[in-house]
């Protein structure tokens, strides 16, 4: 594998580690906001496929690894990668580490050449938002859904 690989995979890795770690943590813990990050992740694959599917952007031509069947815009890689940082916006402590992992990940998009910029700052953006609107309201959003 090259390097460049590598960072493809690990970037792959770290997403779905998050994704599975973060609501088992969360789940031990409290089982509403294990819900509310249940429901960011849905709404983001909701939102972010639809987008997909309604703009059908092309790739890149430019890859250094097999493009991903899928249109490019909005990237769903980095929207994964800014829910964390958007459902935990609220502690202080977490703020800048999960805010640079997720950029992280969306910029190792662009330099993998599998997105443009566009692609990375509408995913990021809707990765980030989903839950952190999600989290300001969710004694809201537990009443909805009768979990209070």
């Known amino acids: 594998m090259t390097p460049v690989e590598y960072l493809s995979l690990f970037s792959d890795s770290i997403i779905y580690l ?10 031990g813990k409290d ?10 992740l849905a ?8 987008l997909k599917i309604i703009i059908s952007a092309p790739r890149p031509s430019t890859s250094l690894i097999p493009l991903p069947p899928s249109p490019s815009f909005p990237s769903m890689h980095a929207s ?21 992992y997720g950029i992280l990940i969306a910029y190792s998009r662009v330099l993998l050449g599998v ?8 995913g990021s953006l ?4 989903i839950p952190f609107v999600l989290v300001s309201n969710r004694e809201r ?6 979990l209070s």
């Not at 998050?18 to 789940?27: F, G, N």
């Not at 983001?44 to 639809?50: D, E, G, P, R």
């Not at 997105?115 to 509408?122: N, S």
């Not at 959003?141 to 009768?146: L, Y």
């Open 31 to 40: 089982k509403k906001m294990f819900f509310l990050y249940a429901l960011a």
């Open 80 to 100: 994964l990668g800014l829910i964390p940082a958007g459902f935990f916006f609220h502690i202080k402590k977490y703020r800048a580490v999960l805010l640079t």
């Open 141 to 146: 959003v537990f009443r909805t859904f009768k």
């Open 18 to 27: 998050s994704i599975l770690l973060i609501p088992l943590h969360l789940w």
């Open 115 to 122: 997105h443009y910029w566009v692609d990375i700052v509408a």
């Open 43 to 50: 709404i983001n694959f909701l939102i972010v496929y639809s």
């Open 126 to 129: 809707i990765g980030f938002f």
